[in-house]
């Protein structure tokens, strides 16, 4: 193909994507002023998957939130996970391109039909010189090509609907949107993928149960990855069994001999001290990157996207834990809300403890994130009896429920800036799939035992050393908090101005300055 047809191939695609792009937003917005929720999930889904690429990938990501994933489980939208369209190519003449002959000698039988394709890849099966059974992943024609132009076309539509589809809080969306772009530009990059994965394999290697394909790096290069072949079956079909009325633990006991509640345990185990203790994680947990294997073994495939470990590693596990909380009966509203405004919003979290500090001792609170969380846990109580959070628990809603009905219009204020997006991404990822294979009931048991190896192997992860923040930064900060939540809900800031109070001169200054800052 020369240079002149691929530049009209390339253009020919853009228009076309460019313009179902807008109707798919138009499509979408339709529905959703209609109240017709169902349906613009499955429109917007549907459309997505016939687009293919990038596309697909955005929607493993948007599709396992729980929304997507409640009202889209059936057959055809199952295929995003795996089992997506192939196109023919000629497998021969591209590892004869890719690899000198004394390379090529090392991989035998190849198959000239792919077994799999993925968002950007096609998947061939062969055999190794060593007599391990492998995989040829090969990068698609043109993905390089048009990606970058997919990716502004996707901003559009994430920007124009971020607001309808999480009205409760004031996101910064443009550095997830960078996250996923720099993420996904990375999965097209098969060298820097080959490299992640043989860090996997190398950091796992010899474990019992958590398994990593070996990848033979010398055999990779800018355009196909050659790996171990895992054997078993993927989560996503087990996903698909489920949909159509089989008990995903009978269907693992009957084809594999395994425990899945056993090799889900593992997983989310392995997941959270991976977090913790590694320099990343694979970061698309989703359900056809998950093999399930034989003798209680799980398997991870597909390296393509990494979740970098979180800087804020002390406020994760204060998260984590009050998370590990609700699995064990003890919902304890105000220190969640306090930690995940430690998480979510550490600026402000920091900002609080330096203006505490200020206060007189006999002022000071132990912890002022939590003293504002017991202002928003009265509202949840209200709304709430036991029945229905223990079904938000088991429902994988209590976070989302206790953000709409506490922070409802987003009365307090909060902007997150989301550090770790990826790894955010991964972890919910994998408590959906928990979720969706009706496992919840293991989650107390892997969060428990995943904070108990951190606190007791790796302590010094919980302790946090940095420097304190300045009395005007945090000033500045909270005063600007304290202007967002005015606007929203004036009774709101009083209430929590009263929490910053004291009768000392230095407090009474603080609080003027902060109400000068304001009005400004």
Known sequence: MGSTHDYQAIQRIKRQRAATLARIIGGA????????????????????IGMGGVYVKFLQGVLLRSEFMKRSQNDARLRVFEDLDREPLDIEAILAVELSAEKRKH????????????????????MHSSGKPVIIKVLRPLIKETLKFDLRLISIFTKRFSKRLSPN?????????????????????????????????????GHDHFVIPETFIDLCTDNIIVQ????????AHLVKMKSQGHDPHEYVRHYLDSDL???????GYEYLLGIFTLPR????????????MRDDKVGLIDFGIYADAPKEKAALYGLLEQYNGLYQGKLDVPALFGQFMRFFSPELYRALERINQLLP???QSDNLARDIGEVASVGFHKKTSTSQVEHMIKDGTIIKSINQLTNKDNRFGLIMRIESADMIRAAQTYLTLVESLGASSILGDVFSRALEHVAKEHSEILQEERSPMSVNRSVEIIASWLGRVAERDPQLFGVLSSKMRSGEADARELEKTIQKEIKK
């Open 29 to 48: 917005y339709y529905r959703w002023r209609r109240k017709q929720m169902d349906d613009m999930y499955r429109f917007v889904c549907d459309e997505f």
């Open 107 to 126: 991989i035998t039988n190849v198959n000239p039909v792919p077994f799999a394709a993925g968002s950007f890849g096609q998947v061939y099966y062969g």
């Open 169 to 205: 809080t004031d996101f910064d969306i443009k550095k997830p949107l960078e996250d996923f772009k720099n993420a996904t530009l990375r999965e097209t990059d098969y060298k820097s993928e080959a490299a992640f994965a043989n860090e996997m394999y190398q950091a796992y290697r």
């Open 228 to 235: 171990e072949y895992l054997d078993g079956i993927s989560a």
């Open 261 to 267: 509640s056993k090799q889900l345990t593992v997983l």
């Open 281 to 292: 994680i694979q970061g698309d947990p989703h359900p056809g990157n998950v093999r399930l």
């Open 361 to 363: 001792p006999d002022k």
